[in-house]
């Protein structure tokens, strides 16, 4: 869909990425981080992946290599290490798809 008003076409593409909207790469996240959820809790993008969820690094270096595998991306180790919450691994992945 492309939309032709006051800049919006610029915003819709910059939310899209490889085909795949934000809230999907979102959605993906949380699809791989839901066994760890603890309590009521919701994971959003605030949630901070080693503090606020029951996961240890294997499980953590596990999901990013699924979520490599899933988006066809390599995460450096180097970026991986600064990765703390789910936003912050979003924009990761968007910005590596975004450089296929």
Do not use: W, Y
């Amino acid at each position: 869909m492309i939309v032709e008003t006051d800049g919006m076409t610029e915003t819709l593409e910059r939310t899209r990425v490889s085909g795949q909207s934000r809230a999907e790469v979102i959605r993906e996240i949380c699809r791989h981080l839901a066994p760890f959820q603890t309590g009521e809790r919701p994971i959003t993008g605030d949630t901070v992946i080693a503090k606020d969820l029951t996961i240890d690094s294997l499980a953590i270096m596990d999901m990013v290599m699924e979520l490599e595998d899933h988006f066809d991306i390599s995460i450096p180790m180097n970026v991986v290490a600064e990765i703390h919450t789910v936003d912050q691994l979003a924009d990761t992945i968007q910005k590596l798809c975004a450089r296929r």
